[in-house]
């Protein structure tokens, strides 16, 4: 084969600017009877938000993208509809919020994000306090919202965002917000004995879940052609490692898909006390 031919093949295989492509999976685990864990895909301009499957790819160029994990909280049905409600209310915020980024107002940005949790919170509060079925109703929240340059983030609870640089090592850039969270992050603990400990699941901020205030973490990474990024539950926590995480989550299928429905299968394998939900997304 000619140079030239080489050249033009690899075009044509290669992606073209600002494409993404992501995979999803949701799973009730082996022993919990519904499943309060919610996942989010969809694209969004000026003009229209389109919700996406499980699998797919897109273009940056025609729209931002929102990726989102939430895990409901509160027993009976009220967990599964907290986390229906955190998705609900993304779709009617952050459309609203396009022009900004299109005209990268980046200032402004921020402020979307917290109002848009503050939003979620008021809405969860209220339905507790007037249905007796949803007292105590609360949820967790990682969402990555995704623009040329730009992948914003903003988070509350244990479910966890994952940045896999595709030069460097895997780092969990969202806080747990519980103590045992602070505990590893000021390297009081290691990894084995933050999954070991009593109190891990013990959340000090959250959506509605009888929180008065919130202070969700909000922040924004620059991101690179081949870089990934994970957004689970703490389903997949439970039942992996890191270090299996970031292999797995690094790895294709054999037809070169992203690998988020393995990842949750060895999760629920391993574990499957919990909810597990896994969503993968990369930038090319």
Sequence with gaps: MSVAAMLEENAENSCPEGTLRWSALSDLGRFRKNNEDS???????????????????????????????????GGAKSGEFASKIAVE????????????????????????MRELFEQIHRAMTEMGRYYE??????????????????????????????????????????HDHSYV????????INEREARNHPQRHALNQALGGGQKNIDPQIGR?????????????????DG???????????????????????????????????NTTALLFELA
């Design 181 to 188: 969270g602070w505990l590893f992050r000021e390297g009081k």
């Design 221 to 237: 990474i620059a991101w690179e052609k081949g870089d990934r990024f994970l957004i689970c539950s703490d389903g997949v926590v």
């Design 89 to 112: 209310k993304i779709t009617r915020l952050l459309p609203k919020s396009y022009s900004l980024s299109a005209q990268k107002f980046d200032a402004g940005l921020p402020d979307v």
């Design 39 to 73: 996942f989010l895909a969809l694209t969004f301009d000026a003009r229209e938000l389109r919700y996406l499957g499980k699998i797919g790819d897109g273009n940056l160029l025609q729209g931002d993208f929102v990726f989102a994990v939430s895990d409901g909280m």
């Design 133 to 174: 079925e949803c007292a105590g109703m609360g949820a967790t929240l990682s969402l990555c919202w995704v623009m040329p340059e730009w992948v914003y983030f903003g988070h509350i609870g244990d479910s966890r965002i994952y940045y896999l640089p595709k030069n460097g090592p895997m780092v969990q850039v969202s």
């Design 240 to 274: 992996l490692w890191d270090r299996k995480i970031e292999e797995m989550a690094r790895a294709s299928t054999a037809d070169g898909e992203l690998n988020a429905v393995a990842l949750v299968k060895e999760a629920v394998a391993d574990s499957g006390r919990d």
